[in-house]
Every structure is written in structure tokens, then in C-alpha cells.
């Protein structure tokens, strides 16, 4: 771990390698005091790890995150489902501004349950038998370039199962992001079929992105921020109303069973770059432990998160307001000297950057 400097406006706390782990552990703080309180722990990321898009087509950039989503990037996203908990059910409503879904979109009857441990907050857990419908002529995507982006969790490997899509029947497929016997894949069908897929299945229990881009004649599969391959669009796509499934994609194909998290889909053509900028959000973190004690070295105290447990920690996550993290520390014992610890997480090495770190204040109360 370093303190990187180069051409940023800002010294960040960064990882020399992308996509690496690192931890860092401050200088300890003298207050001066045996009975100060250190009530709340406030910083700054590059970015707004762990935390879902921004509703509305807003901007992370303008609000003081350096490497947040802009208005521009935003600006032609058309859906956008967090699946977050409302009352302990799921909130699958759009919060892009611009599509329109029926309060009665639940398939089969009942809707499906909320996964409180998502890539970003809640999740929707599908159980191989409920799914969403969004109705004909929404999110047609016909003739022209688009992105789709969705973080997975099947419940079992080498499975056929239906992510999201939109079909008028087996043979007229707008767009298909499905696992094909485990594996991603993305597929097309009009007078023809275009197909790409993983060469290796996405483990059950574990989350992944997949992403889709159509840019031109030609698609791209997207996992884990890196692309899968592309292939050649084949025939012409119609208008041919249809409805749109989350969950389950073409006519007769199996519904997904497993945990789906943060779909969004734009009607851009999304590059690399930026590809890796979306994938970041759900891949790279950010996280505290602190500890405070009664020794100049600290060498008396434990570091602990939320709860004062030594296994939690105190991330982006907890932050609920669109600001910078202040969060609340759990009850620490007042002390003189105060000491925290954070990590540095990138899950895929194929990040652009590791998550980076502006500053940290720590409040105290003497």
C-alpha cells in the first residue's frame, strides 16, 4: 500500500497493483485525554464502492467523488432496479426515471423474496419457479446500440437458466443473458442466431457481473469486468411487442434460481473503460476497524467494527445519506489514543484501479 500521488489533484491511498488487496494501519492519535470519546469516523473514497447507481440519471462526479459515474455516463440509462429491501420485501421498481413497471409485474402469483446480502445492499432471491414481467413494447432495444449490466448468485452450477430478456417466441429473441449450462451467455436471435459464451460456468454461491454491449454490428459478453468475446449481430431486429423478464428470459426456458442483484441497462454503447468503472462499484471496498487504548502504542487495544466485533467492519455500505461516509462508531471505550485500520479490497484483477482513498477524520470529544 502506498500514498499515490501522480497527477491526481488529491493524495489517495491506493493498492501499486489493480486488483489487488492491501491493508494500511494509521499512525495512532494522541487526544491528550484518558476520557475522550471518538463518537464518529468520517472519509473520502475515489468512489462510491458497494453502493448502487445513481437514481434518476444523476451524477457520483458531481458530487465530489473523483471516480464516480457522471451525468454523461447516466445519461441514457432507461432502467435501473436495486432490489433493495422495502418493509423486508423487494423494491423492484425502476428508479432511472423512464420505465414504467406494473405494481402487479410478479410471475407466477407471489413475488419473489429479498436477499438482504447483496453485491449492493439487497438483493431479489428467485427461487426457479417466480419472475418479473415488464410489459410489451418496454425496453425493446430494437436497431440500435444498448448495455446491460446485472450482478448474479446462482444457487446451483451447470444449470440452463434465464437471467433477463426480452422474446416474442423461441425464434424472435431481442436479447437473451441467460446461463447456458452454468455458463454466461448472451444470445440473439433474428433469421439467424449470434451467441457468445463463457468458456468456463460461474460457480454457485458466488456473485458475478455479466454484461452485455451492442455497439454497431457487433456484441460483447461481459464477466467480472473483462470481456468473454463478441460476435457479428445476424439479421435485422423487429419491433415485435414482447414482454421483457427478469429471472427468466425466453418462452419454455428455465427460470433462474438464485440471487440477482443491481440490473441496469442503457441505451449507449458502454466502452471498456467505463465497463470496468461499473464493475468496480460491486467488486472494490473499502473497510474500518478501529480500536482505542490506554497505551502510546496502542499495543492494549483490539481493533473492531460495528458492534465492537473483531469479525465486522465499517464500510461505504453503512452509509445511507448521498454524502461522504460519517458513520457512527459503536460504543468505544473512552480512552487517550485512538488507532484505525483499513482495507484496501479488489475482488477481480481486471479492474482498472483498486479503490482509492482520499482522507480520514476521526471526531473527538475530550
Not at 407466477?108 to 429479498?114: D, E, Q, R, V
Not at 444457487?155 to 437471467?163: M, V
Request: hydrophobic letters at 35%.
Amino acid at each position: 500500500v502506498i500514498w499515490s500521488t501522480g497527477n491526481d489533484p488529491y493524495s489517495y491511498l491506493t493498492q501499486t497493483t489493480a486488483g489487488t488487496n492491501g491493508e494500511f494501519t494509521s499512525r495512532v492519535f494522541d487526544s491528550g485525554s484518558s476520557t475522550t470519546t471518538w463518537p464518529v469516523l468520517s472519509w473520502v473514497p475515489a468512489d462510491r464502492y458497494k453502493k448502487g447507481f445513481p437514481d434518476a440519471k444523476g451524477s457520483e462526479f458531481s458530487m465530489g467523488y473523483a471516480d464516480g459515474l457522471t451525468a454523461a455516463q447516466m445519461s441514457s440509462n432507461v432502467l435501473l432496479i436495486h432490489f433493495d429491501g422495502n418493509g423486508g420485501s423487494v423494491d423492484y421498481f425502476d428508479k432511472s426515471g423512464n420505465t414504467s413497471i406494473s405494481a402487479n409485474a410478479c410471475g407466477s402469483g407471489s413475488c419473489p423474496s429479498l436477499d438482504a446480502n447483496g453485491v449492493m445492499g439487497g438483493a431479489v432471491s428467485f427461487d426457479g419457479l417466480k419472475f418479473y414481467q415488464i410489459a410489451p413494447g418496454a425496453l425493446s432495444l430494437s436497431g440500435a446500440d444498448y448495455s446491460i449490466s446485472v450482478w448474479i448468485k446462482p444457487t446451483a452450477s451447470g444449470i440452463t437458466q434465464g437471467i433477463f430478456g426480452r422474446a416474442y417466441s423461441a425464434t424472435n429473441i431481442d436479447y437473451d443473458l441467460k446461463l447456458n449450462a452454468g455458463k454466461g451467455a448472451f444470445w440473439t436471435n433474428k433469421n439467424g442466431v449470434t451467441k457468445i459464451e463463457d468458456f468456463n460456468p460461474a460457480p454457485a454461491g458466488e456473485w458475478h457481473q455479466f454484461a452485455v454491449v451492442r455497439s454497431g454490428s457487433i456484441y460483447y459478453l461481459y464477466k467480472d469486468c473483462a470481456s468473454l468475446g463478441n460476435a457479428g449481430t445476424v439479421g435485422v431486429d423487429s419491433g415485435t411487442p414482447a414482454n421483457t423478464f427478469i429471472g427468466y428470459t425466453t418462452p419454455s426456458a428455465t427460470k433462474f434460481n438464485g440471487s440477482v442483484d443491481e440490473l441496469a441497462v442503457w441505451t449507449t454503447a458502454i466502452n471498456s473503460t467505463d465497463m470496468k468503472t461499473l464493475c468496480r462499484k460491486g467488486a472494490a471496498d473499502i473497510l474500518f476497524q478501529v480500536r482505542t487504548c490506554n497505551m502510546p502504542d496502542c499495543s492494549d487495544g483490539t481493533f473492531v467494527g460495528p458492534g465492537n466485533l473483531t469479525g465486522t467492519y465499517y464500510s461505504e455500505a453503512d452509509n445511507t445519506q448521498p454524502a461522504f461516509p460519517s458513520i457512527p462508531l459503536s460504543a468505544l471505550s473512552p480512552a487517550r489514543y485512538f488507532q484505525y485500520k483499513v482495507g484496501l479490497q479488489s475482488n477481480y484483477s481486471y479492474l482498472a484501479s483498486s479503490p482509492r482513498l482520499v482522507s480520514v477524520t476521526v471526531t473527538a470529544l475530550k
